[in-house]
């Protein structure tokens, strides 16, 4: 069964506090692991989609990497407005779902000025 | 404007009642979802559309249904609601495009079911 599993469920970092956020997964071929951010009562907004272990992208203080069990979103030096709730998700390239997105619970992120 | 629109934002109803949830998108894609999120759950997919003829049930499907009323339009109906359908409510399209397909989510419906 296609799992994801993401540490540390809150994370409270002092502004200029470089941190990391976790996302193990178990999947049966992996088509792509996607992270997301979402502000409370909104939508997940896209931030990075990862297809092969070793791939990483970045996005102003954002960083995602991707190894064959976790992904790892490395946040440098965050802002205040850096604080939301991050979700992994992953997406198999078998079974009856037909790829559909497995969701972690999310990690909540707060940065204090 | 938003490529993906969710109406209602916010809905209270009451047990037993039908609702429906509408999803509209101006981004061309081939595919939606419905999604609910519930504290400490996660997001957990309804029911999906691949195209206007092809609806598939999702994880948790029990007590809802869909319409997928042309490319752009994508409805969620409760049947008879009941308090533990209380939740988020999200709609997603995605163009299905090889390998790479991405899901983008809309603004969300706040549900709360006396």
């Known amino acids: 069964e296609d799992q994801v599993t993401q540490s540390p469920e809150a994370l409270r970092l002092q502004e200029g506090e470089s941190s990391s956020l976790n996302c193990s997964y178990t999947v049966s071929g992996l088509r792509g692991l996607f992270w997301y951010r979402q502000d409370p009562g909104k939508g997940p907004e896209f931030l990075f989609t990862?297809?092969?272990a070793g791939e990483e992208k970045e996005k102003e203080r954002l960083k995602a990497t991707l190894t064959k069990k976790e992904s790892f979103l490395h946040i440098t030096a965050p802002k205040p407005e850096d604080s939301a709730t991050y979700l992994c998700a992953v997406q198999g390239l078998y079974g009856g779902s037909q790829g559909n997105l497995i969701f972690g619970k999310g990690t909540k992120l707060s940065v204090k000025p | 404007d938003a490529d993906v629109t969710q109406t209602p934002r916010n809905r209270i109803t009451k047990t037993g009642k039908r609702i429906m949830l509408e999803c509209s998108q101006t981004k061309g894609h081939d595919r939606m979802y419905w999604y609910r999120q519930d504290p400490g759950l996660g997001l957990r997919l309804i029911y999906y559309s691949f195209d206007v003829k092809d609806i598939n049930k999702g994880e948790i499907s029990d007590g809802y249904s869909v319409s997928r009323q042309a490319q752009a339009k994508f409805s969620l109906s409760l049947e008879s609601a009941i308090p533990n359908q209380t939740a988020l409510y999200f709609c997603a399209t995605s163009l299905a495009s090889g390998n790479q397909e991405t899901q983008y989510f809309g603004p969300g419906t706040r549900l709360l079911v006396l």
């Open positions: 990862l297809y092969s």
